[in-house]
């Protein structure tokens, strides 16, 4: 969703994701397979569901099979 970690802090800290359907404000938060995450970003909300973990780091394209998209809608 975005490109950097620090990036994706500022947005667990700012209130703009929901684990589960729940606010989450600790960028530390565990996420598992099978967890629901609600993102609030650029006007837009995205859900989707998490899937599978890589074991490194990779770009954009190897982290697209990581999680399933259930809904996207303007904000």
């Known amino acids: ?3 950097a970690r ?7 800290e700012s ?5 589960n359907g729940v606010r ?3 960028p ?5 397979i099978g967890d629901v995450l609600t993102i609030a ?10 899937v599978a973990f890589n074991e490194r780091r990779g ?8 999680y399933e ?3 996207e809608r303007k904000a």
């Open 41 to 50: 970003l650029d006007r837009t909300v995205r859900v989707m569901k998490v």
């Open 1 to 3: 969703m975005v490109k």
């Open 28 to 32: 530390g938060h565990a996420i598992k």
């Open 59 to 66: 770009d954009a394209n190897s982290a697209r099979v990581l």
């Open 69 to 71: 998209e259930l809904g």
């Open 6 to 12: 620090t990036s994706a802090a500022e947005l667990v």
């Open 24 to 26: 989450e404000t600790s």
């Open 15 to 19: 209130g703009h994701v929901r684990v």
